[in-house]
């Protein structure tokens, strides 16, 4: 398995960046696929960004395409979701989790982290 702790959350008017990071320990960490999730008040839980193990293939949901990249480095253990062009929409929990396999299905994420907040006025 792998422990994982995102950081990075804040306040931030629209239009402007954050940048997440999601620190992880573990022996396996280049096995597993990483993704980004977000969580509204009322809302489910939906995907933002994955990454495969090796970093080769990533993918975005509709909503944050052209503004937010997912990145990691896997000699440091951490994973980055650089997020520009912020909008009020995108005020949630966000979360990291990992995925040893598949990784195109939230239920294949069996670790994840405590999330951290993003607010985004308006």
């Known amino acids: 398995q792998v422990q994982l702790v995102e950081s990075g959350g804040g306040m931030v008017e629209a239009g402007g960046s954050l940048r997440l990071s999601c620190a992880a320990s573990?022996?396996?960490?280049?096995?597993?696929?990483i993704g980004w999730f977000r969580q509204a008040p009322g809302k489910e839980r939906d995907i933002v960004a994955r990454?495969?193990?090796?970093?080769?293939?990533?993918y975005y949901a509709d909503s944050v395409k052209g503004r937010f990249t997912i990145s990691r480095d896997n000699a440091k253990n951490t994973v980055r979701l650089q997020m520009n062009s912020l909008k009020a929409e995108d005020t949630a929990v966000y979360y990291c989790?990992?995925?040893?396999?598949?990784?195109?299905?939230?239920?294949?994420?069996?670790?994840w982290g405590q999330g951290t907040q993003v607010t985004v006025s308006s």
């Open positions: 990454i495969s193990n090796n970093g080769g293939s990533t």
């Open positions: 989790a990992a995925s040893l396999f598949g990784g195109r299905s939230q239920r294949d994420f069996g670790s």
């Open positions: 573990g022996r396996t960490f280049n096995n597993y696929i």
